[in-house]
C-alpha cells in the first residue's frame, strides 16, 4: 500500500494530497530516509511524521493496513504513536499559548477602529468594545 493513502487512511493527514507533498518534500520518513509518496508502507514500519502545526515530529508504528479512509476510533486502531509524552506536552503548552494569545489580542486593543466603534466612541458611549 502506498504510503501517502494509508496516512490520508488514518487520518495523519487531511487530504491525500497534502500527506503526498510532505511525502515528496522529505518530512515523513522511515528509519531516518525519506519517502515518496509512492512508497509502499507495511505492518511493522516506523514512520516519523509531522504534526499538523510541523512544531515536532510524531514517532508512528504501523499496526494494519486500511484501503479507504475509515472512522476516527477505526483509523487510530490502525497505527501506534510513540511519540514521548513530554514532546506531546510541551506542544499542548504552545497549543494553549497560541490560543490565549489568540483572546487576549481579540480583547485588547484592536488598531484602527470601525466605522461603527468610531461613531460610537465619538457619541461618548465609552464602551464600544
Known sequence: ???????????????????AHDCAAGKVKRSGSTLKPSS???PGDRLEV???????????????????RASAPIAQAAYHDHTPAEILAEAEQRRLARKENRRSRR????????KRKRRQWEEGEGHFF
Open 50 to 68: 509531522p504534526s499538523p502545526d510541523n512544531s515536532y515530529k510524531r514517532e508512528i508504528e504501523v499496526i494494519e493496513l486500511l484501503e479507504k
Open 107 to 114: 480583547e485588547g486593543d484592536q488598531g484602527r477602529l470601525t
Open 40 to 42: 509502499p508502507v507495511k
Open 1 to 19: 500500500m502506498r504510503i501517502d493513502k494509508w496516512l490520508w487512511a488514518v487520518r495523519l493527514y487531511k487530504t491525500r494530497s497534502k500527506a
